[in-house]
């Protein structure tokens, strides 16, 4: 079955950085996106880029330009946000998707980033 | 900039239909997904594509569209579908993803 888990909770300082990743099992990696979608508490999702499974290319919201950079190496994605601010304080998740459609098909457990100084 | 709007909140008695509303332009030429969301998990896919429902889905969700609004309808709501909805769609803009900002959906 397709699964796709995330690793745990981290607690970052103000300007740090975290790298959060995604293993993937029970699909072919090359053959979808993995997406990576933040929720500040209380508020909704926000998706933050892309990576082909294929490729490795990418695409990054705007909003995230310049501060996340997202990678792949055997079927896992990674995620690493720099300058982390206090509005950073989310769960991230990872969600696989066909292509470059918006279909989230399957999603990871989350993980909790909390920025505090 | 592209976004998508949602009623904040709806409810609908148990049993009734209920109808939870997005709109935007990016659905001029785009389907909307649909997730839902319960407190402390994941989103689910519930509805893509025109009219799509992933395995397990139960056949009382469906998705429609007219224009630039995407609604995904709930015939007999139960108990159980209490969550946060999300639409999402493609997008021409800069951010290729747009997501709804959520309805919270109670059933009474």
């Known amino acids: 079955q397709v699964q796709l888990v995330q690793s745990g909770a981290e607690v970052k300082k103000p300007g740090a950085s975290v790298k959060v990743s995604c293993k993937t099992s029970?699909?072919?990696?090359?053959?979808?996106?993995i997406s990576w979608v933040r929720q500040a508490p209380g508020q909704g999702l926000e998706w933050m880029g892309w990576i082909s499974g294929y490729n490795g290319n990418t695409k990054y919201a705007q909003n995230f330009q310049g501060r996340v950079t997202m990678t792949t190496a055997t079927s896992t994605a990674y995620m690493e946000l720099r300058s982390l601010r206090s509005d950073d304080t989310a769960v991230y998740y990872c969600?696989?998707?066909?292509?470059?459609?918006?279909?989230?098909?399957?999603w990871g457990q989350g993980t909790l980033v909390t920025v505090s100084s | 900039s592209s976004e998508l709007t949602q009623d904040p909140a709806v409810s609908v008695a148990l049993g009734q239909t209920v109808r939870i509303t997005c709109q935007g332009d990016s659905l001029r030429f785009n389907y909307a997904s649909w997730y839902q969301q319960k407190p402390g998990q994941a989103p689910v896919l519930v509805i893509y594509g025109k009219n799509n429902r992933p395995s397990g889905i139960p056949d009382r969700f469906s998705g429609s569209s007219s224009g630039i609004t995407a609604s995904l309808t709930i015939t007999g709501a139960q108990a159980d579908d209490e969550a946060d909805y999300y639409c999402?769609?493609?997008?021409?803009?800069?951010?290729?993803?747009?997501f709804g900002g959520g309805t919270k959906l109670t059933v009474l």
């Open positions: 029970g699909y072919i990696f090359s053959s979808y996106a």
């Open positions: 999402n769609s493609r997008d021409s803009s800069a951010n290729p993803v747009l």
């Open positions: 969600a696989r998707g066909v292509g470059t459609s918006a279909d989230f098909d399957y």
